[in-house]
């Protein structure tokens, strides 16, 4: 499921091939994934428009098409973007392609239909009437903090909740938490400053990383909890047989051994 990572990773290939080309068409070859927006009325708003820029939020991509008009992108559990070559053929869970005047055209592809595509007039307006909370890459120390550090329950549960901080997924959210040898069911309320001053560093690490690799995963280190996740995977760093544990309606991987549950939890 695309997390801020992946969600950077589209956005930086978005930018560096559909930006100030006219938009010639809007083919909507599924109708499923737009959201509070018909076929008709996303191809009228838009073509003849340019994407002049966009603006990535937690897991949210926003594409700028003129004076209050937006294009929203989610990608749900399997959206990504592909970038065509003329003529080539779109894959076949191509749900929305973009036409553009050099005849290239810019698929958004999304096999389980999760994702979700929708036209607004402003991104702080859609941050706040979602009550999203501050990008995960763009919060402060102290910022992160006091929102982690004020909440009870389950630390992992904390770093998934998109009203708290926005971007972090269950896989990075139990890569973060195996960077810092944390139990992912910790009380958030009983970390000390120490703790969580290890978090945010480890928050910003893991997902900056991810980034600079593209997320491709066969290129993350194999230290990496995420490259090993799964039945009967053994840890990175011990060698013990991983767990997992359902925490924060997510199935959480762990390792029992580095990551014990201490008695302050
Ligand atoms: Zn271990």
Known sequence: ????????????????TSLRQRITNVDVRDAYVLKRVSARQLARRLKGRR?????????????????????????GMTGWLQYLKRNEEPPKTARVLFSFAN?????????RKFGEI???????EFVQTRSLG????????????????KHCGAV?????????????GNLYADEILFRTRMHPATDAARLSDKDLTRLFHATRYVLEKAIALKTDFKRLPKSWLLTHRGKGAKC?????????????????????HCQKRTSRS
């Open 1 to 16: 499921m695309p997390e801020l990572p992946e969600v950077e990773t589209f956005k930086r290939y978005l930018d560096s």
């Open 118 to 124: 929708e036209l607004i007039e402003g991104v702080d």
């Open 236 to 256: 990175p760093r011990c060698g013990s047989g991983l767990k997992s544990a359902t925490i924060g309606g997510r199935t959480a991987w762990f390792c029992p």
């Open 156 to 168: 992992k549960a904390i770093l998934l909740n998109q009203q708290l901080i926005a971007g972090i």
């Open 51 to 75: 994407f002049e820029n966009s603006h990535r939020h937690g897991k949210h991509l926003f594409v700028r098409a003129g004076d209050e008009l937006w294009l929203r992108l989610h990608f």
């Open 134 to 149: 501050s990008d995960a890459l763009e919060i402060s120390l102290s910022q992160f903090k006091a929102i982690v550090g």
């Open 103 to 111: 005849n290239r055209r810019l698929a958004f592809d999304d096999q």
